[in-house]
């Protein structure tokens, strides 16, 4: 059987030898982005059947990056992070925004490319983090920007994707997007973990605490460690990220990957932060880096399909490599 056809708008006579019985979906694309399709019922083979196809002309409209910045810490100890106004956000090809008093900004774009994106302020460690826009639509980049360190030894900044929830099949409820940064502490004293539950203390022991914990989306979740707690045997502390409910859907809701956990971990007298992506793969639990009490690092950046719960307290070990 063949199956002619023209397209409105494009002198093409596409041909297609269809070799089959059943519905058919005829697609064809002619320098443009969006095709042009039509359905055909063939009952008979050895037969001729002519389908109109149309296409429809892209038109662009605009891209767009919009999010907001805010303050790493928490100023006025209302348990949000602080909106920051003023706060220059451009792109490589000096496409540019500033902040309004709220945090928020929206760059205009006029073409498709990778963007990096630099967030600076005054009195501030700049970040550039990068994005693919998307024609004719609005994506999203936030930024949590921290001044240089000077009462805090080290501070680790968790943000993800802004999807507040999920909602999946054989859920009465929406299933919220929550990661949670965790911090184990291993001490002379015994084992302490630091999450939403026991957020620690910045002024006494363990000199750590985290300062924001946030069940839907983007986050930050900022953990300071304003000292280094010696010991013998010496003091570990292990930094971790929990994809909070992804026991609880059976694995349905997005990856911490899918989710772009990121993490930027700055140190005192440092001019710039180091930011990790969570790796691709399986697993909830995402153990990033261990420090010692001098705050050496070493990086370890692996996932663990377990939950916190399931250590019994004891830092996360990455499995042996084979």
């Given at each position: ?32 982005p ?17 389908l109109?196809l ?21 100023q ?31 760059i205009?774009?006029?073409f ?32 949590v ?25 054989n ?29 620690g ?14 069940r ?30 992804f ?11 899918e ?43 692996c ?20």
């Amino acid at each position: 059987m063949q199956l002619r056809g023209r397209l409105a708008k494009k002198q093409a006579t596409p041909i297609l030898k269809l070799l089959v019985v059943g519905t058919l979906i005829a697609l064809m694309t002619i320098n443009a982005p969006t095709p042009a399709k039509g359905h055909i019922l063939q009952q008979e083979l050895n037969q001729k059947l002519y389908l109109p196809l149309v296409m429809k002309e892209f038109r662009w409209l605009g891209a767009w990056i919009e999010g907001k910045v805010v303050d790493a810490r928490d100023q006025d100890n209302n348990g949000l992070p602080d909106p920051l106004g003023g706060v220059k956000v451009c792109t490589q090809y000096q496409e540019c925004a500033t902040t309004a008093s709220d945090g928020s900004y929206t760059i205009s774009l006029d073409f498709i490319a990778e963007r990096q994106v630099t967030a600076e302020k005054e009195g501030y460690i700049s970040l550039t983090q990068s994005v693919y826009p998307i024609a004719n639509q609005t994506v999203t980049l936030n930024f949590v920007l921290s001044p240089p360190l000077q009462d805090v030894v080290s501070r680790v900044v968790l943000t993800w994707d802004a999807t507040r929830s999920f909602t999946l099949p054989n859920f009465p409820n929406p299933i919220d997007n929550d990661l949670d940064a965790y911090l184990f502490i291993k001490h002379q004293t015994g084992n302490l973990m630091l999450y939403y539950d026991n957020r620690g203390n910045a002024t006494d022991f363990p000199h750590a605490l985290l300062l924001y914990d946030y069940r839907e989306g983007a986050g930050p979740e900022t953990i300071d460690i304003t000292a280094l707690e010696s010991g013998e045997p010496p003091t570990e502390y292990h930094y971790a990220v929990h994809n909070a409910n992804f026991t609880y859907s059976a694995g349905q809701i997005p990856s911490l990957a899918e989710l772009k956990a990121t993490v930027c971990v700055y140190f005192k007298e440092q001019s710039s932060a180091n930011c990790y992506a969570a790796p691709a793969g399986e697993g909830q639990l995402w153990y990033l880096f261990s420090m010692t009490q001098e705050g050496d690092v070493t990086l370890k950046n692996c996932l663990l399909s377990l939950d916190p719960p399931d250590l019994n307290g004891e830092p996360p070990q990455c499995p042996p490599s084979p």
